[in-house]
């Protein structure tokens, strides 16, 4: 029996343990969170249940994923660049519109969202340039211009869509190239450029005259704008037709005006960020325990981009900080995995794809506490979710893959070691 269960759970037993916490979690609290869903739907089970088999399908996934070697991993970059770029593309011209943002793509009778694809992808190609071209002064000149040709391709389609998806991987890509060596001035020229760029295209969406009319609950009470209406919008429109929303965020998180409580509306813009406020504000130390949140029904998304709202309120700021260390100790964890590593690939990818899930972690939790506008960034592994959830499975499967052969790696070592000093 203990056999056959190493067989299944293979790889690090760490990352095993955190990810089985957190989607114990995810299932309790995306329970707790769905209210909105089981009242429309008059199911109470059926949600949690089609939470809870898209988490075994990532679970199966992850099986399959950490059973291939890391070198085949290099052999699907360039197909699954150009199957990135393709999708992006589509999601920009015949994707289904979620909200106000064309973000999801149908093939082959699924919805999903390309830029949770291109996100891998572009963590994945990163880092098989950084270990191909590495000197042993750090990495040579020329891999700072490949990657930016890369990011290129990617970053910019993903931002016309979702700019806060686009700030996350271009921040992961940063890190990658920080820990790869890549020169310091050429690091530093981008960083300067970048916050131009930034800074620049945050003053276009606050000097556009696009407006955001829709309050929280839009999408419970209007349907979506369909694929006909967008193709009957100009081309400026279709776009910048982001920009209404993103300054409206923007408006909302630097607006520090206090408002008396006879004066809150809470059923205006920016009634999600307020019940996020109350849910946090009345969680004390522990909480008031699993399934006894009071603000689920009327926080939007509460089992989405809010749900660490709603485990503060239910776990309190103990069960609050326990989710934030699980993060942290997988960081940790692929740390010292890719510092057993024997060759640099893997390395770099093992510390990309933990990069990318911790980074969009504070991302969600920055949000929910008021330390970030609104991004619409999910908690990886917590947030109720398909395609997401299933990638970020596949994302720790190609991690404990990575774990396997460097485990492997390091015992060898230690009989090599051992094999020296019984012959001396």
Not at 40 to 67: A, E, N, W
Not at 192 to 213: H, Q, Y
Not at 337 to 355: H, K, T, V, Y
Request: proline share 4%.
């Amino acid at each position: 029996m203990n056999k056959k269960l190493n067989n299944i759970f293979k790889g690090d037993k760490v990352i095993w343990m955190v990810f089985f916490f957190l989607c114990l979690i995810s299932i309790v609290e995306v329970y707790s969170a769905s209210s909105r869903l089981t009242f429309r739907g008059g199911d109470y089970i059926s949600p949690i249940i089609k939470h809870t088999s898209i988490l075994v399908l990532g679970f199966c996934c992850m099986v399959v994923v950490l059973q291939i070697k890391c070198k085949y991993f290099k052999i699907v970059t360039p197909f699954l660049l150009i199957f990135s770029i393709l999708l992006l593309i589509m999601a920009l011209t015949v994707g289904h519109s979620e909200g106000d943002a064309s973000r999801w793509v149908g093939l082959f009778g699924l919805k999903f969202q390309p830029s949770e694809i291109a996100k891998g992808t572009l963590v994945l190609a990163t880092a098989q340039i950084l270990s191909a071209m590495q000197t042993p002064d750090g990495a040579d000149p020329q891999a700072f211009k490949y990657i930016l040709a890369v990011s290129g391709c990617i970053v910019p389609l993903i931002l016309l869509e979702n700019f806060s998806t686009a700030m996350l991987i271009s921040c992961v890509i940063f890190m990658m190239m920080l820990i790869g060596r890549v020169p310091q001035q050429q690091l530093g020229k981008l960083l300067g450029v970048g916050v131009i760029l930034a800074a620049f295209f945050i003053f276009c969406i606050m000097m556009s005259t696009a407006n955001d009319d829709n309050n929280p609950n839009r999408q419970l009470t209007e349907q979506v704008e369909t694929n006909d209406k967008k193709e009957e919008k100009g081309v400026f429109e279709k776009v910048f037709h982001r920009f209404g929303t993103w300054k409206n965020r923007i408006l909302k998180f630097v607006d520090n005006e206090e408002i008396p409580p006879e004066k809150v509306d809470l059923n205006g813009r920016g009634a999600q960020t307020t019940y996020a406020n109350i849910a946090i504000a009345s969680s004390k130390v522990l909480g008031k325990g699993p399934g006894n949140s009071e603000t689920r029904d009327s926080l939007y998304l509460a089992f989405s981009d809010f749900i660490y709202a709603i485990i503060i309120e239910e776990m309190g700021i103990i069960g609050a900080a326990f989710v934030a260390l699980l993060y942290i100790i997988l960081l940790f964890r692929t740390g010292r995995i890719a510092n057993r590593c024997a060759n640099n690939f893997p390395a770099f990818l093992a510390m990309g794809l933990a990069l990318l899930l911790t980074t969009q972690a504070l991302f969600n939790m920055c949000v929910a506490v008021g330390l970030a506008p609104v991004t619409g960034q999910p908690l990886p592994l917590i947030s109720r979710g398909g395609t997401s959830s299933v990638i970020n499975c596949i994302y720790l499967g190609v991690i404990l893959s990575i774990s396997r052969s460097a485990k492997k790696k390091d015992s060898n070592s230690e009989e090599l070691v051992e094999a020296k000093l019984v012959s001396a």
